[in-house]
């Protein structure tokens, strides 16, 4: 018997994930650094993932699967369009166009959204004339808000450079970082963070229908694969965009989809 208690275990497993998917946020930015598509990076994600879940998918609840049915077919396409496709799309536009530590911060939000739109949807119940529903109401209020707050108010700036640093020669890098667009980012960080919400409320009535979970985002990571090459098909037409060149770019992948199969 272990001596570690099974609750320990989970805090532990929680906690190493978290530190492995706040590594996300920054390996993620290293690669768009390095000049990977946006488009052609997270179609080669959704293909590793369902390349490894699709066998474990299918060896392992060969027995429990349910019958497939077309309205399941559907649902999927909707969960790898929202769940995954859109979900991905907002996220590196969004960090594309901030920051590691404010995509980590804005996806603290999530948790309320969650909660919020699970009690809309009847799927959660409110208990108003308690204590911890009264707390988690007030809650998600507080971190909605904050997170409004955050997206569509910029501050005064803090530091103003001389004209002498002005009117230095600007570097390509400093020229690509000068046409960020702060704002369009994080309206995509908080599309990303509602499209991850509705991901995760939208399967808690699905798994009750089909509880074959490792089957269940396979089925979406498929579609997610069709709907990410439609897109970057059409969108990207160089072919060197298309190409992983270096040890780098092939290290983020990796990383980034093994932070996405764990979580």
Wanted: glycine content about 6%; aromatic content about 14%; some cysteine.
């Amino acid at each position: 018997m272990s001596p570690i208690p099974e609750r320990a275990k989970l805090h532990i497993a929680m906690v190493v994930f978290q530190t492995g998917y706040a590594g996300n946020h920054v390996i993620m930015r290293y690669a768009l650094n390095l000049g990977v598509s946006k488009l052609v990076f997270p179609l080669y994600r959704t293909i590793v993932a369902f390349s490894v879940l699709a066998p474990s998918a299918y060896f392992l609840e060969k027995k429990e699967r349910p019958a497939m049915k077309i309205s399941f077919l559907i649902q999927f396409f909707l969960l790898g369009l929202v769940g995954i496709t859109l979900n991905q799309g907002f996220y590196i536009f969004g960090l594309d166009n901030t920051s590691p530590t404010f995509a980590s911060a804005t996806e603290n939000v999530v948790p309320a959204v969650s909660f919020l739109m699970a009690a809309l949807l009847g799927i959660e119940k409110v208990e108003w004339k308690r204590k911890d529903g009264i707390a988690k109401v007030v809650g998600t209020i507080v971190s909605v808000a904050g997170s409004l707050v955050i997206t569509l108010y910029k501050g005064p700036t803090i530091y103003q450079p001389s004209l002498n640093i002005v009117n230095q020669t600007i570097k390509p890098e400093e020229a690509e970082e000068e046409n960020k667009n702060w704002t369009l980012g994080c309206l995509c960080l908080m599309g990303h963070c509602l499209c991850w919400s509705s991901w995760i409320v939208l399967q808690s009535p699905l798994l009750k229908k089909y509880p074959a979970r490792f089957s269940f985002v396979s089925y979406s990571c498929f579609f997610a694969v069709i709907q990410f090459f439609g897109i970057s098909a059409y969108f990207e037409r160089d072919l060197e965009r298309w190409k992983i060149i270096s040890g780098g770019e092939l290290y983020a992948l990796l990383y980034t989809v093994s932070v996405c199969l764990f979580s």
